[in-house]
């Protein structure tokens, strides 16, 4: 097994959580917009990733990016260098605006792969230019960055004990390249591939784990939430806060702010700024008696694609040029989703005044499930429904529902339980003992293993290269972790 550098995944636990659950302002001090100065608002996020493959010269764990660098003869792997300008060139565009008088804003959502790739390939272009956008003070609050899986699991057939282990990995690593302070500032979530599990155990351990570890905030896809009475979402809900509750089968609920990503997942909403086009036709809205302004959230890959290559500079900075043209009073302005919600919050709305919602879905499974509700009616209920209406899944939804990340898929999901089952035997008895075990090397690259494997990669581009490398993946881990049983003896 090659030997290599670890990414900085884990050790701090109990720092990290610490400072993160500090209930501070991440960014109302720095805002410089009044919330009754206008009408709408739009809030645009770009998603980033690369995945890490065991594919190096000699079998090492590199970044997707430098295979594509190295072998740039191979399908679109011209896009390499183009892909790298795009993960930095919000460093460049921000600070032009801002001298230029504009008010600008972006949120920024990168994988911990392509964070620690990015570091792994010596990038010293791309990473001052994150470490700019990450903790430059006069760049707050234009950029926000969202946090996210470490290595882009998709949730629903993630095993439930790493949710947080995933979560707590991005945190990591976030903290080890930008500090622990830009670490405070990262309040809102943004699921990979926007997929939100609808199996209520799986939602209440997700929702949880983004509590406990400081989230105040989560971004959703609209066709993946439901009103209480099963309807889908009014035309208000959709462009302002709503509560998305989570109910275990255990009947135990927790609660977490959700922002709607509107329907549509086509790079060019975002590419040619939809976003903000949309929000000019929005006015105010009354939420718990006050009146607030409405919000367009999108979000699309930062990257891939003509459109987010070649089309979205121009668009972008042409919209926020045309928003500091208006004259006062002010009608639509750019927004990040923190900096929204803690101008509702300063101006008295809670969270619990927000409509409540739940995951697709699951007002056909409260309503039928018999009482008590326990695991056993939960599932008794599931099966049934299964059986009955074709139309009911426990998949849950994201912006690929054309694409199943479980079916046809058993050679990837069948090792990724196992290698979970068989890294929780072994370490959560020893991290309870002594929580120090997770700064060891066998803790942290049997993590390394699992976290990777869960990677949603190995699932989205079919049979082939890629189930190979979850499987070389899964061999790496399984030997990993049976060397640290022989080792911790």
């Known amino acids: 097994m090659p030997t290599q550098s670890l990414p900085p995944i884990a050790g701090y636990e109990a720092e990290i ?3 993160v659950q500090q209930a501070n302002p991440a960014v109302l001090t720095h805002s410089n917009l009044n919330l009754e100065q206008f009408q709408s608002a739009f ?30 003869e191979e399908g679109d792997n011209h896009n390499a260098e183009p892909f790298a300008h795009c993960y930095k060139r919000l460093a460049d565009i921000i600070p032009q605006l801002i001298e230029e008088g504009c008010n600008p804003r972006i949120m920024l959502d990168y994988s911990g792969n392509l964070l620690w790739g990015v570091e792994q390939m010596g990038r010293v272009d791309i990473l001052e230019a994150l470490k700019r956008l990450a903790c430059d003070p006069t760049l707050q609050p234009h950029v926000e960055w969202l946090g996210t899986f470490w290595s882009h699991a998709v949730a629903p057939s993630t095993p439930i004990p790493d949710l947080k282990l995933q979560i707590l ?7 080890a390249m930008f500090g622990r302070q830009a670490l405070q500032r ?16 799986t939602l209440y351990e997700l929702v949880k784990a983004l509590r406990d570890c400081g989230y105040r905030w989560l971004l959703v896809q609209e066709n993946s939430v439901e009103n209480f009475d099963g309807s889908c979402l009014r035309h208000a809900q959709k462009y302002g806060p709503n509560q998305l509750v989570a109910r275990n089968s255990r009947g135990e609920t927790v609660s977490i702010v959700a922002l709607i990503k509107t329907q549509g997942s086509d790079t060019k909403l975002v ?18 008696g006050k009146s607030i302004p ?29 928003v500091a043209s208006q004259v006062d009073p002010l009608s639509t302005v750019a927004l990040n989703g923190t900096e929204y919600l803690e101008l509702l919050e300063a101006a008295g709305v809670e969270a619990s005044d927000c409509p409540k919602i739940q995951a697709i879905q699951q007002h056909k499974l409260w ?4 009482s008590p509700i326990n695991p056993e009616s939960i599932e008794a209920a599931i099966s049934d429904l299964k059986e009955t209406d074709p139309s009911f899944s426990m998949d849950g939804a994201s912006w690929t529902n054309n694409l199943s990340w479980i079916k046809g898929y058993e050679n990837v999901l069948e090792p990724i339980y196992s290698l979970s089952a068989k890294f929780h035997q072994l370490f959560d ?36 290269t890629w189930t190979n490398y979850a499987n070389e993946i899964h061999r790496r881990g399984e030997a990993m972790i049976n060397s640290a049983n022989q080792a911790l003896r």
């Open 43 to 72: 809030a645009c996020a770009l998603h980033m990733h690369q995945p890490t493959i065991p594919a190096g010269a000699n079998g090492e764990l590199i970044s997707h990016l430098q295979y594509m660098l190295e072998h740039s």
């Open 294 to 322: 409405s919000l367009v959230s999108q979000i699309a890959d930062g990257e891939n694609g003509g459109v987010m290559m070649n089309e979205f500079p121009a668009a972008f900075i042409q919209a926020h040029q045309t």
């Open 169 to 175: 990995a991005w945190q990591h690593q976030f903290a």
């Open 186 to 201: 990262v309040k809102g979530f943004s699921p990979p591939e926007m997929h939100l599990p609808n199996h209520p155990d």
């Open 429 to 464: 008895p020893l991290v309870a003992k002594d929580a120090t075990i997770t700064h060891t090397p066998h803790y942290q690259e049997a993590l390394l293993y699992l976290l990777l494997l869960e990677t949603s990669c190995f699932r989205y581009w079919g049979q082939g």
């Open 17 to 19: 959580l610490a400072l």
């Open 271 to 288: 590419g040619q700024m939809q976003p903000y086009h949309e929000a000019l036709g929005l006015g105010r809205q009354s939420l718990a």
């Open 367 to 370: 309503h039928n499930t018999d």
